[in-house]
């Protein structure tokens, strides 16, 4: 069966410091990748999704980014963070487009 | 872009009773989910549902493509039922696998 990890699962770090999440998906191949956020008390928005290595495609401006050096692994990246980077940051995985979405059990991530 | 509204956005029951929670969609989709999402916030996946009816135990859901919503049925509700319930859709064309999510139902099951 397939599973999804997510490392760190907390992360308190001061404005202005690198970041970096990691994601990886076992049991499946050639997944496609996203990263969601979460504000307090809101619902998830899409940052970043991949079709494939090396394939990142952006849906908001801002201050991170993203990489899939391979196939099932996907990091979310920041050279400096702001406090508005604060937040629960999600990664998934599914199948193809319009397929169901499994998702990872998240990193709180504190900027302070 | 699509919008996704989800009623009620709070919702208190005493453990038995049952429960209905809708989202409504602006526009046609590709697909739909339910998500619980659970006090240490992990989204578990109830129902991948973009038309059509399912049920899973005490839980069932019906998505009128056609009408643009989808109901969620809770049953005998119980005390692990709490958290928030978020109804996601993905629309065609545009970003792949772009879920939208509503701001979500949360549930409170009182013993």
């Known amino acids: 069966s397939q599973t999804i990890h997510q490392w760190p699962a907390t992360l308190v770090q001061p404005v202005g410091s690198p970041l970096s999440l990691e994601c990886t998906v076992e049991g499946t191949s050639n997944p496609n990748l996203y990263w969601y956020r979460q504000a307090a008390g809101r619902g998830l928005q899409l940052l970043f999704y991949?079709?494939?290595?090396?394939?990142i495609s952006s849906e908001v401006p801002q201050n991170l980014s993203a990489s899939r050096p391979q196939d099932r692994q996907f990091i979310l990246s920041s050279k400096k963070l702001l406090l508005s980077d604060s937040g629960f940051y999600l990664c998934?995985?599914?199948?193809?487009?319009?397929?169901?979405?499994?998702f990872g059990p998240g990193t709180r991530l504190t900027v302070t | 872009g699509i919008q996704v509204e989800q009623s009620p956005p709070d919702l208190i029951l005493q453990e038995g009773a049952n429960s209905t929670l809708r989202c409504n969609f602006s526009d046609s989709v590709n697909n739909l989910q339910w998500f619980h999402q659970n006090p240490w916030g992990q989204l578990i996946n109830l129902f991948y549902?973009?038309?059509g009816t399912k049920q899973n135990g005490r839980l069932s859901a019906t998505t009128v493509a056609t009408e643009r919503y989808s109901l969620l049925y809770i049953s005998s509700s119980q005390t692990t039922d709490s958290g928030v319930y978020f109804c996601a859709v993905e629309g065609y064309g545009g970003s792949q696998g772009n879920l939208i999510f509503g701001k979500g139902t949360k549930l409170s099951v009182k013993p």
């Open positions: 549902i973009p038309s």
């Open positions: 991949s079709v494939g290595i090396g394939q």
């Open positions: 998934a995985w599914s199948v193809g487009q319009g397929d169901e979405q499994y």
